[in-house]
Each structure stands twice: as C-alpha cells, then as structure tokens.
T-cell receptor, first 112, second 118 residues
C-alpha cells in the first residue's frame, strides 16, 4: 500500500461546481499536511497547509481527519483557472528524521 | 513568500556530457534542499535530500555517483547529472525548506529544469 494515496482522476466538472478530493495516508506518525497544485509542465506550488481544526482560504477548504487518516480539499465555485493537478503532501516523522511524501496527484479539469 | 530559483530552466545536451543544475533560495536560508525528478504525466519522485554542509541522502535506486549533489551554503545546492544519457531526460525540480521559520515544514519549489539528452 502506498504511504499517500490519491484518486488520480481526472475530475471533469463544470465551472461553478463544487468539487472535493480526498487523500489517505498510512503512517499514523504523519505530522503535517499540505495541498499543492501543479500546472502542466510547471513546478508544484503550495496551495494551503492543512491544520487539525480545518482551514479555509477563500473558495478552498482543507480538512484533516486523523482518526481515519485522510485529508480533504474542497473547492467551491470552481473557476477555469482551477484546472490543475492537486498534490497531497504528508510530512512523516521517523525515529531520526522526517520525510516529505507526495501523493501522485488528482487531475482536475474545469469546463466552461 | 519564499522564493527558490533554478538555473538553467532548460538544457539540451549530447549523450555523455555532464549537466549542472543550480538551486538557490533567494530570500531565506534553506537548511534542507530536496531534488526531485518528474517524468511526463508521472508523479514527483524524490531523488535525494541535501543538508547544508553534509552529504546528501539518496533515495533507493538513485545512483549517487551519477547524480552528484553539493549543498555548500544555506542558499545554494547543485545537482550534477554526470555522463547523461537519453533516459535521464526529465524535469528536475528542487525545493527548499527551513531557515528562520524553523518550525515551518513547507517546501518551496524552484521552477524546474527541463533536461533533454540527445
């Protein structure tokens, strides 16, 4: 089982729709969580960190469920510019160091 | 926000040559830098983790003698692809973490270097 798993998609939704992605992680020692977005042929860019209490940034809401070991990203009122691959990122603590693990990404395509 | 630059952004070279890619943190000191590789339509794959002043830690399957990493200062890490071959053609991305915000786990990515080996 992969340490971080995401549905690869693609999710194809109309502009204005609400779309949600989940990401599951296997290591309970995971400490911090992030969502990045990556546009085609570009580097990943931090979208938002994910806090235990959940957090919102404009149209984007991220939530963490430690008991079930998943994080989610909700995008409301989707725009054409939201089309990208969304990467779930988990920072796992091991005995002597931490390691950042990327999910393989969920592709989102917003249609007019 | 933190800015990371990479140079060059694109390089085309002949098989057998070596290519050096630079990664710089412009407005913060990066105690740790990471090198990733991404093939088309594939996910990011971590190649190695580089801590300033010490040897890089390579992921399983990554040849340390082929991918030389130097992290000589808190703002600069270099990746040298030695004796490049066509199968090394990929998108190489660095990221940086750390500095003044010591509790910040966030990785800030450079814009990437697209390597094409003929």
């Amino acid at each position: 089982r992969k340490e971080v798993e995401q549905d690869p998609g693609p999710f194809n939704v109309p502009e204005g729709a609400t779309v949600a992605f989940n990401c599951t992680y296997s290591n309970s020692a995971s400490q911090s969580f992030f969502w990045y977005r990556q546009d085609c042929r570009k580097e990943p860019k931090l979208l938002m960190s994910v806090y235990s209490s959940g957090n919102e940034d404009g149209r984007f809401t991220a939530q963490l469920n430690r008991a079930s070991q998943y994080i989610s990203l909700l995008i409301r009122d989707s725009k054409l510019s939201d089309s990208a691959t969304y990467l779930c990122v988990v920072n796992v603590m091991y005995s002597s160091a931490s390691k950042i693990i990327f999910g393989s990404g969920t592709r989102l395509s917003i249609r007019p | 926000g933190a800015v990371v630059s990479q140079h060059p952004s694109r390089v085309i070279c002949k098989s057998g040559t070596s290519v050096k890619i630079e990664c710089r943190s412009l407005d913060f000191q990066a105690t740790t830098m990471f090198w990733y590789r991404q093939f088309p339509k594939k996910s990011l794959m971590l190649m190695a983790t580089s801590n300033e002043g010490s040897k890089a830690t390579y992921e399983q399957g990554v040849e340390k003698d082929k991918f030389l990493i130097n992290h000589a200062s808190l703002t600069l890490s270099t990746l040298t692809v030695t004796s490049a071959h066509p199968e090394d053609s990929s998108f190489y991305i660095c990221s940086a973490r750390g500095g003044g915000r010591s509790t910040d786990d966030t990785q800030y990515f450079g814009p990437g270097t697209r390597l094409t080996v003929l």
